[in-house]
């Protein structure tokens, strides 16, 4: 017999130090208490994190990797959008 | 080791000549040190292989708990016991990251499982032996997880990137698995006569087991050469075997007991220890479902899987009860 299998879930951490949530891996749930439930004991066992986010994976759009050169290359060439792009003479001090 | 024979559905490895140019800018990616995410293009061959090693890796990892979970209620102290609790916790946690690992590759886990009770996916021949004695869960910790460090360190490099990161992970978790496995040892060796036997009796059971643990030699394997070219293998068994007899053998002078192996000297030329092969027929017994504990194993993986199947239904109905009732109100 072939019982239906639990959906999967994505999870999300935030750790102790104010940085943002953190995808750290999945796991199956029947739904998003039980995937909080069990994202505390998978994936925050040592501290890991003080906030859980989970959001089902079906639910997930993602851009495609056939898309890479479109989606990524146009901003390749604009290097004047760095820091590093404008000369300021070393006698302005500290910019 | 955790993934020892993974034999590859291919005819091992594939000339560059011989390879579509989708195969070919796949390699060159490889070879420039690219990590492989779930949706880009693979190799039929590359996906196959993958799912085999980590779903073998991770059904180590579950079946691995059965051995030390025998120990759990009989651990000696309650420390003990919370540190083995800790221990065997954390396995059953690198099961499910490699599970999600494979999973990526589209295939799932309740499919995964049902290979493993099969038979059609395999797990490590070291957890077909039995844990006698508390000092086995000395041993186990110190030389199975000691075994297992050695081949995941490498894998962290690994070309498939969920499964790196999930070594990665693992990784992290696992030095604390050796560390509490010596510690045992310590108390042992330094306990009464009969402990020191009784530590000295775990090492001479597991020593060959956990040398068989990195596989057969793969000197001329085919399947090996093309694991390595996509980077799914970082190193031969035989390196790795090597680098374990030599760190584990100062560790075991350390604790005053003697590795079972009358052969074993350090070799000054190669700047390495001698030692002697494990039974490899021994091996392919215990791999092909003859050793002391596969059949206990399995049924245990098979009735935890039968027994809590009504739970899995019931609670997947009752979700969809609540889901459909929320609808219905909104
Ligand atoms: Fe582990
Ligand atoms: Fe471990």
Redesign the pocket.
């Known amino acids: 017999m072939s019982v239906k299998e639990w959906p999967l879930w994505e999870v999300f951490i935030r750790g102790q130090h104010g940085m943002s949530h953190r995808h750290v891996g999945s796991l199956h749930a029947v739904d998003a208490k039980h995937a909080i439930k069990n994202a505390r004991d998978v994936y925050t066992r040592r501290n890991e994190g003080v906030s859980i986010w989970v959001v089902e994976a079906a639910h997930i759009a993602a851009s495609s990797p056939s898309e890479k050169g479109p989606m990524y290359d146009p901003a390749r060439d604009k290097v004047y959008r760095h820091p590093t792009f404008y000369d300021i003479p070393d006698d302005v001090g500290k910019m | 080791m955790?993934a020892q024979m993974v034999k590859s559905t291919g005819k091992g490895l594939v000339a560059r000549e011989d390879m579509s140019p989708e195969d070919c800018a796949f390699q060159d990616r490889i070879d420039a040190g690219e990590k492989i995410e779930p949706r880009d293009y693979m190799p039929d061959g590359y996906r196959r292989n993958l799912i085999r090693q980590i779903g073998q890796h991770a059904h180590?990892?579950i079946v691995?708990q059965l051995p030390e979970g025998n120990w759990i209620t009989r651990a000696p102290t309650l420390e003990r016991k919370a540190n083995l609790l800790a221990k065997v916790q954390?396995?059953a946690?690198?099961?499910l990251y490699l599970y999600c690992a494979a999973e990526t590759l589209g295939v799932s886990r309740d499919e995964m499982t049902e290979m493993l009770l099969d038979g059609r996916m395999k797990y490590s021949s070291i957890f077909n032996y039995p844990t006698l004695t508390w000092a086995d869960m000395g041993a186990v910790g110190w030389l199975v997880?000691g075994a297992?460090i050695m081949n995941?360190v490498p894998l962290q490099r690994t070309s498939y990137g969920p499964y790196a990161r999930a070594m990665v992970r693992?990784c992290k978790?696992?030095s604390f698995?050796q560390r509490q496995g010596f510690h045992i040892m310590m108390a042992m060796v330094n306990g009464t006569a009969d402990q020191k036997r009784m530590a000295q009796d775990a090492l001479n059971r597991f020593w060959y087991p956990a040398l068989m643990m990195f596989g057969p030699s793969d000197k001329d394997s085919v399947h090996s050469a093309q694991s390595m070219a996509w980077r799914i293998k970082v190193n031969t068994n035989d390196e790795l075997r090597q680098k374990f007899v030599d760190e584990t053998v100062p560790q075991a002078e350390y604790l005053g007991l003697t590795i079972p192996d009358a052969h074993l000297h350090w070799n000054d030329e190669t700047e390495h220890y001698d030692f002697t092969e494990p039974d490899w027929d021994e091996f392919f017994d215990v791999i092909s479902g003859n050793g002391p504990c596969n059949v206990d194993r399995l049924n245990a993986r098979k009735t935890a899987w039968d027994d809590g199947a009504w739970v899995r239904e019931a609670m997947m109905a009752h979700a969809e009860k609540k889901a459909a009732r929320k609808q219905a109100a909104e």
Do not use: F, K, L, V
Request: glycine fraction near 18%; charged fraction near 40%.
């Open positions: 955790y180590s990892e691995g954390d396995e946690g690198h099961g997880d297992a995941q693992i978790e696992e698995h």
